[in-house]
């Protein structure tokens, strides 16, 4: 181990010192016979503005995600997605899971329909704690100290695929999804009342204009309030999203950012299930009823109040440098409480009894997150002779302070005719700790573009991690590793662009070491494929092979861990589009994945497939807007096909695939009214989404119809 780390950290500073010899030696090209330093004028790709707004009408639009520097989606050298509004709108979507479920190389819906929490896997790797950004920031969560976003408040939502430790520091192996929010600065006035059959209804509204002087505001926000899906589940949430431009001379602009977000509801009762009752039927009872909750509804409450602000300062100066700085700090306060199954009466896998009795788990946690960090870049162009470099310098430092106690008791339920299992009993906390994380990185890329369409990307990072926690398991570690990206590609006239990337990652672990965990995970991938996006065309098209090697992986049962594990994913990817111009459109997407553990502590476990990982997911959608005297009318349709998982480690028990068929349609009332009407899972299909084990199964969504009425003005 030690040698492997020394290589890398050889070849990282080989890399980075040739990459600085190429930068010195194109400033000693561009000194002039007085030996002063020239700079041609050069067009940088407008600001970062531009590259987080409306994607409409693009089919490579810029971005900084992947890149940290505004550029066009098709010089990133990895796989990358983008989704913009009229994507996360389509579905009449609530949650991010849902916008992401016709995008390749995403698992969505991991735990089933969990309305609390965006369950996402990345390329098989789990992505909701390390792997979610907010305006390229990281959004970290570790045990229950999450933020949670909607949708609503989100301009695009760009999917990253691959390691991306280079740029982002410590993240998930598979890949980052950032989020990316709605800004000031068009005027805008919207209205959305909707419903749908749970039944529940719901206020959207987002309104803005600019000021003058550069100045710009805009107030987006949603409340939902009423029923859901399950038994006896209701509640009401709220997310408010105020924001405000204003230009501090010549070449500064600011802008705020702001989101709060309220949840006082109870939990869905389709998630943590045994697979005999949900992947295969009893002989007792057949199936247990997917709408069925097991908890008890006088005692459970989901409750989540929190805040973040941003600030986005981004300063251009003379030399046509740009410097950016993001800051933002966030708090968050969730409690629950909640009954869940364990199996059947004494905790069993199968059916003790003709009537399916549960064995339940009630448990109940009280959790605060704060959250403060920071991301400063400086980057600009210079050319040495016949090469540009697209240069960029970046420092992030990130603060996570957490909060919470932990308490468990026991009860029981039955499939057949569940009653409410009353008020428990609960043992004293299990967990009771304060776990703080900060992390310092500092990074530098080399962007080099010459020969009429190479691009040659260079990445160093060096990250600098600390985690203490308190409590009878307390402990205190510091962690420091560096990241590296090395990528070639050939843009052609055509706008097909291949490319091959070799990316590294680590991922900081808030695990003591007296439980056998001192090292980060760490790994690399390998990475080729090309993007065809021909300027000013109406199609687009992306591929991807990679393999993926994650190393220190944690194994074992708590709390006997160790870090014997190393799991490989490797698989193909695809996403394309294509718009006829006669009204019609097309999008498919496919992912093919081969997960396998490699290194374990248990060595019966080496060539198995991890639980929850689908061997493939495949999706098309097809749209058409009438023309003539059905102007206004457009009509839609998706399918979307989840391939067989594994249920336990032993591989001996397997979740069947799915398809799952989608329907949409809107109405152009007036120039500025318009009904969009959408049912998802319109066969009502019963399916389970996983299993992380066969105590640990998650039915699917049901079938959701949705009506809204937006108006503009």
Same mark, same amino acid.
């Given at each position: 181990?030690?040698?492997?780390?020394?290589?890398?950290?050889?070849?990282?500073?080989?890399?980075?010192?040739?990459?600085?010899?190429?930068?010195?030696?194109?400033?000693?090209?561009?000194?002039?016979?007085?030996?002063?330093?020239?700079?041609?004028?050069?067009?940088?790709?407008?600001?970062?503005?531009?590259?987080?707004?409306?994607?409409?009408?693009?089919?490579?639009?810029?971005?900084?995600?992947?890149?940290?520097?505004?550029?066009?989606?098709?010089?990133?050298p990895q796989s990358l997605s983008i989704l913009g509004r009229e994507d996360l709108e389509r579905f009449n979507a609530d949650r991010v899971s849902e916008t992401l479920r016709y995008t390749p190389g995403v698992t969505t819906d991991v735990f089933g329909d969990d309305e609390d929490y965006d369950w996402l896997l990345v390329r098989?790797?789990?992505?909701?704690?390390?792997?979610?950004?907010?305006?390229?920031?990281?959004?970290?969560?570790?045990?229950?100290?999450?933020?949670?976003?909607?949708?609503?408040?989100?301009?695009?939502?760009?999917?990253?695929?691959?390691?991306?430790?280079?740029?982002?520091?410590?993240?998930?192996?598979?890949?980052?999804?950032?989020?990316?929010?709605?800004?000031?600065?068009?005027?805008?006035?919207?209205?959305?009342?909707?419903?749908?059959?749970?039944?529940?209804?719901?206020?959207?509204?987002?309104?803005?204009?600019?000021?003058?002087?550069?100045?710009?505001?805009?107030?987006?926000?949603?409340?939902?309030?009423?029923?859901?899906?399950? +038994?006896?589940?209701?509640?009401?949430?709220?997310?408010?999203?105020?924001?405000?431009?204003?230009?501090?001379?010549?070449?500064?602009?600011?802008?705020?950012?702001?989101?709060?977000?309220?949840?006082?509801?109870?939990?869905?009762?389709?998630?943590?299930?045994?697979?005999?009752? =949900?992947?295969?039927?009893?002989?007792?009872?057949?199936?247990?009823?997917?709408?069925?909750?097991?908890?008890?509804?006088?005692?459970?409450?989901?409750?989540?109040?929190?805040?973040?602000?941003?600030?986005?300062?981004?300063?251009?100066?003379?030399?046509?440098?740009?410097?950016?700085?993001?800051?933002?700090?966030?708090?968050?306060?969730?409690?629950?409480?909640?009954?869940?199954?364990?199996?059947?009466?004494?905790?069993?896998?199968?059916?003790?009894?003709?009537?399916?009795?549960?064995?339940?788990?009630?448990?109940?946690?009280?959790?605060?997150?704060?959250?403060?960090?920071?991301?400063?870049?400086?980057?600009?162009?210079?050319?040495?002779?016949?090469?540009?470099?697209?240069?960029?310098?970046?420092?992030?430092?990130?603060?996570?302070?957490?909060?919470?106690?932990?308490?468990?008791?026991?009860?029981?339920?039955?499939?057949?005719?569940?009653?409410?299992?009353?008020?428990?009993?609960?043992?004293?906390?299990?967990?009771?700790?304060?776990? =703080?994380?900060?992390?310092?990185?500092?990074?530098?890329? +080399?962007?080099?573009?010459?020969?009429?369409?190479?691009?040659?990307?260079?990445?160093?990072?060096?990250d600098f991690a600390d985690t203490e926690q308190d409590g009878s398991a307390g402990f205190s570690r510091d962690d420091s590793e560096s990241s590296y990206r090395g990528a070639v590609a050939y843009a052609f006239e055509n706008g097909i662009t291949p490319y091959l990337t070799y990316s590294t990652f680590f991922n900081p672990l808030?695990?003591?070491?007296?439980?056998?965990?001192?090292?980060?995970?760490?790994?690399?991938?390998?990475?080729?494929?090309?993007?065809?996006?021909?300027?000013?065309?109406?199609?687009?098209?992306?591929?991807?092979?990679?393999?993926?090697?994650?190393?220190?992986?944690?194994?074992?049962?708590?709390?006997?861990?160790?870090?014997?594990?190393?799991?490989?994913?490797?698989?193909?990817?695809?996403?394309?589009?294509?718009?006829?111009?006669?009204?019609?459109?097309?999008?498919?997407?496919?992912?093919?994945?081969?997960?396998?553990?490699?290194?374990?502590?248990?060595?019966?476990?080496?060539?198995?497939?991890?639980?929850?990982?689908?061997?493939?997911?495949?999706?098309?959608?097809?749209?058409?807007?009438?023309?003539?005297?059905?102007?206004?009318?457009?009509?839609?349709?998706?399918?979307?096909?989840?391939?067989?998982?594994?249920?336990?480690?032993?591989?001996?028990?397997?979740?069947?695939?799915?398809?799952?068929? +989608?329907?949409?349609?809107?109405?152009?009332?007036?120039?500025?009214?318009?009904?969009?009407?959408?049912?998802?899972?319109?066969?009502?299909?019963?399916?389970?989404?996983?299993?992380?084990?066969?105590?640990?199964?998650?039915?699917?969504?049901?079938?959701?119809?949705?009506?809204?009425?937006?108006?503009?003005?």
């Amino acid at each position: 181990m030690i040698e492997t780390t020394a290589v890398r950290v050889s070849v990282g500073m080989f890399a980075a010192t040739a990459m600085l010899s190429v930068t010195l030696t194109g400033f000693a090209l561009a000194q002039n016979n007085d030996n002063k330093l020239v700079l041609d004028p050069l067009i940088v790709l407008g600001n970062q503005e531009d590259a987080t707004g409306s994607i409409v009408d693009s089919n490579n639009p810029p971005t900084v995600t992947g890149s940290k520097i505004p550029v066009f989606a098709n010089e990133v050298p990895q796989s990358l997605s983008i989704l913009g509004r009229e994507d996360l709108e389509r579905f009449n979507a609530d949650r991010v899971s849902e916008t992401l479920r016709y995008t390749p190389g995403v698992t969505t819906d991991v735990f089933g329909d969990d309305e609390d929490y965006d369950w996402l896997l990345v390329r098989g790797f789990k992505a909701d704690q390390t792997g979610v950004f907010l305006d390229n920031a990281q959004n970290l969560a570790f045990a229950f100290g999450s933020f949670y976003i909607d949708p609503y408040a989100l301009e695009r939502i760009e999917v990253l695929r691959g390691p991306s430790s280079a740029l982002y520091g410590g993240s998930n192996p598979g890949g980052i999804v950032n989020y990316v929010s709605k800004r000031p600065g068009d005027r805008i006035r919207e209205v959305i009342l909707g419903i749908d059959d749970a039944p529940a209804g719901s206020i959207s509204f987002d309104y803005g204009d600019p000021l003058g002087n550069g100045q710009a505001y805009r107030v987006a926000g949603r409340f939902k309030a009423g029923e859901k899906y399950d +038994d006896f589940n209701e509640g009401v949430r709220g997310t408010l999203a105020p924001s405000y431009k204003f230009v501090a001379g010549a070449a500064t602009e600011v802008t705020l950012l702001a989101n709060l977000h309220i949840a006082d509801e109870q939990h869905n009762g389709s998630t943590f299930l045994p697979y005999a009752g =949900t992947v295969t039927a009893t002989d007792e009872f057949g199936f247990i009823d997917q709408d069925a909750n097991f908890s008890d509804p006088d005692w459970d409450n989901y409750s989540r109040e929190q805040f973040s602000a941003s600030a986005i300062i981004e300063h251009t100066f003379a030399n046509d440098f740009t410097l950016t700085g993001i800051g933002r700090v966030g708090i968050a306060s969730v409690e629950e409480r909640y009954y869940y199954p364990f199996g059947y009466a004494g905790f069993s896998a199968t059916p003790t009894d003709d009537v399916g009795t549960l064995s339940l788990i009630a448990f109940e946690h009280d959790t605060l997150t704060r959250t403060a960090q920071t991301d400063i870049r400086y980057y600009g162009i210079i050319e040495t002779g016949t090469v540009e470099h697209d240069l960029l310098f970046g420092i992030d430092a990130r603060y996570y302070w957490l909060d919470e106690t932990q308490a468990a008791g026991f009860g029981s339920n039955q499939v057949v005719n569940p009653t409410a299992p009353g008020t428990p009993s609960l043992g004293a906390p299990y967990q009771d700790a304060t776990t =703080t994380q900060s992390q310092v990185g500092f990074y530098f890329q +080399d962007q080099l573009r010459f020969g009429d369409g190479w691009i040659v990307t260079g990445n160093i990072r060096r990250d600098f991690a600390d985690t203490e926690q308190d409590g009878s398991a307390g402990f205190s570690r510091d962690d420091s590793e560096s990241s590296y990206r090395g990528a070639v590609a050939y843009a052609f006239e055509n706008g097909i662009t291949p490319y091959l990337t070799y990316s590294t990652f680590f991922n900081p672990l808030m695990a003591s070491p007296a439980n056998g965990v001192t090292e980060p995970e760490f790994g690399e991938q390998f990475e080729t494929g090309l993007k065809w996006a021909p300027e000013g065309k109406a199609y687009r098209l992306s591929a991807a092979l990679f393999q993926i090697d994650r190393e220190n992986v944690v194994t074992g049962v708590f709390p006997n861990f160790d870090q014997l594990g190393e799991v490989r994913s490797k698989g193909f990817e695809f996403e394309g589009g294509y718009d006829f111009g006669t009204g019609l459109s097309v999008a498919g997407a496919a992912t093919f994945l081969d997960a396998e553990i490699r290194e374990d502590s248990n060595a019966a476990l080496i060539g198995k497939t991890p639980t929850l990982i689908p061997e493939h997911q495949i999706s098309a959608r097809i749209d058409y807007a009438f023309p003539g005297s059905l102007s206004g009318l457009s009509v839609g349709a998706g399918v979307r096909h989840l391939g067989e998982s594994f249920a336990n480690m032993s591989n001996t028990l397997k979740v069947s695939d799915s398809t799952i068929f +989608d329907v949409f349609g809107a109405y152009e009332i007036t120039k500025n009214a318009a009904l969009n009407l959408t049912a998802t899972n319109i066969a009502d299909k019963r399916y389970v989404t996983g299993c992380e084990s066969e105590f640990v199964c998650s039915y699917g969504s049901g079938r959701e119809i949705k009506l809204t009425l937006k108006s503009t003005w």
